[in-house]
Antibody
C-alpha cells in the first residue's frame, strides 16, 4: 500500500524559500500510472492546489503561485519536492503531498500533512 | 479560475437521517473528452482528505454505498443516505476539468 510522507522545516523566515520533500513508500514514483501533487491548507481554511509534476519532469502550477513555485521529482530517491520562494505569512499552512491517479486524476492517497509557519 | 461554491457551509444531522451538500461551479465542468472531473473529498478531524466520489458519481474503493454523487454541467450534489458518527468532518468538492484545480470552501458536517 503506497504511503506518502512530507518532511522539511516547520519554520521559515519571511522572504526565504520554503522547501519540502515528499517520500513515497510502498511503490515506485516512476510508475507511469501516476503523477504527483502538492496541496496546502491555511489554518481553519480550505484547500488550495499548488501544482503537480509528472515523472517526465513536466509540471503544472497554480498561476497564483507560478512565479514562486518549483515542483520536481527525484526518481532514484523515490521523492518529489516543493520549493516556494519569497514566502510571507500568507504562505503559513499545512502542506500536503498526494499521488494523482492518471486518467481519473484522482488525488489518493494524501500524506499526513506538515505545518509550515512563516515567521521571523 | 473556476469558483466552486458549496452550500450549506455547515450541517448538523441526526444519526440515521439523510444529508445533502450542493456544489456549483462557475463554468461547466464537462471536459472536451466527454468526462466531468468533479470529485468529493472528506477530511475527518485531524486527518488528511480522503476521496469519496470521482467523476461526479463513481464511488472510490472502500467507500460505503450510503454515499452517492450526482449532477452535471455546473450543479452537483453529494448525498449521504443515512449519516453515521464516522461521517463527521469537512466535505470538499473539487474540479479537475480546468487548470488550476480548485476546491469548494468546504461543508462541515456534525452529528446532533
Amino acid at each position: 500500500q503506497v504511503q506518502l510522507q512530507e518532511s522539511g522545516p516547520g519554520l521559515v523566515k519571511p522572504s526565504q524559500t520554503l522547501s519540502l520533500t515528499c517520500t513515497v513508500s510502498g511503490g515506485s514514483i516512476s510508475s507511469g500510472s501516476y503523477y504527483w501533487s502538492w496541496i496546502r491548507q491555511p489554518a481553519g481554511k480550505g484547500l488550495e492546489w499548488i501544482g503537480h509534476v509528472y515523472t517526465s519532469g513536466s509540471t503544472n502550477y497554480n498561476p497564483s503561485l507560478k512565479s514562486r513555485v518549483t515542483i520536481s521529482v527525484d526518481t532514484p530517491k523515490n521523492q518529489f519536492s516543493l520549493k516556494l520562494s519569497s514566502v510571507t505569512a500568507a504562505d503559513t499552512a499545512v502542506y500536503y503531498c498526494a499521488r494523482v491517479i492518471m486518467y481519473y486524476d484522482i488525488l489518493s492517497p494524501w500524506g499526513q500533512g506538515t505545518l509550515v509557519t512563516v515567521s521571523s | 479560475d473556476i469558483v466552486m461554491t458549496q452550500t450549506p457551509l455547515s450541517l448538523s444531522v441526526t444519526p440515521g437521517q439523510p444529508a445533502s451538500i450542493s456544489c456549483k461551479s462557475s463554468q461547466s465542468l464537462l471536459h472536451s473528452d466527454g468526462k466531468t472531473y468533479l470529485y468529493w473529498y472528506l477530511q475527518k478531524p485531524g486527518q488528511s482528505p480522503q476521496l469519496l466520489i470521482y467523476e461526479v458519481s463513481s464511488r472510490f474503493s472502500g467507500v460505503p454505498d450510503r454515499f452517492s454523487g450526482s449532477g452535471s454541467g455546473t450543479d452537483f450534489t453529494l448525498k449521504i443516505s443515512r449519516v453515521e458518527a464516522a461521517d463527521v468532518g469537512f466535505y470538499y468538492c473539487m474540479q479537475n476539468t480546468h487548470l488550476p484545480w480548485t476546491f469548494g470552501q468546504g461543508t462541515k458536517v456534525e452529528i446532533k
